[in-house]
C-alpha cells in the first residue's frame, strides 16, 4: 500500500508523534528528542518530496 503525502496526511503523522508527548509533558517529562527528532525527519521528508515536484 503507498501512502499518501499530501499536507493532511502529513499533519496527521505529526499529530501521532505529539500525542505520546503531550502525555509525557503531563508527568513532568519536559525533554523528548526522540519526538523533536521525529518530527523534524517528517519535515525535512517533506521538503525533499515539495523540491521533487518542482
Do not use: F
Not at 503523522?13 to 519536559?30: F, N
Request: one cysteine or more; proline letters at 6%; aromatic letters at 2%.
Amino acid at each position: 500500500m503507498r501512502r499518501s503525502t499530501s499536507p493532511a496526511w502529513e499533519k496527521a503523522q505529526i499529530v501521532c508523534l505529539e500525542v505520546p508527548g503531550l502525555r509525557r509533558a503531563a508527568a513532568g517529562i519536559e525533554h523528548q528528542p526522540d519526538i523533536d527528532a521525529g518530527i523534524a525527519r517528517l519535515r525535512e521528508n517533506a521538503r525533499k518530496r515539495a523540491e521533487k515536484s518542482k
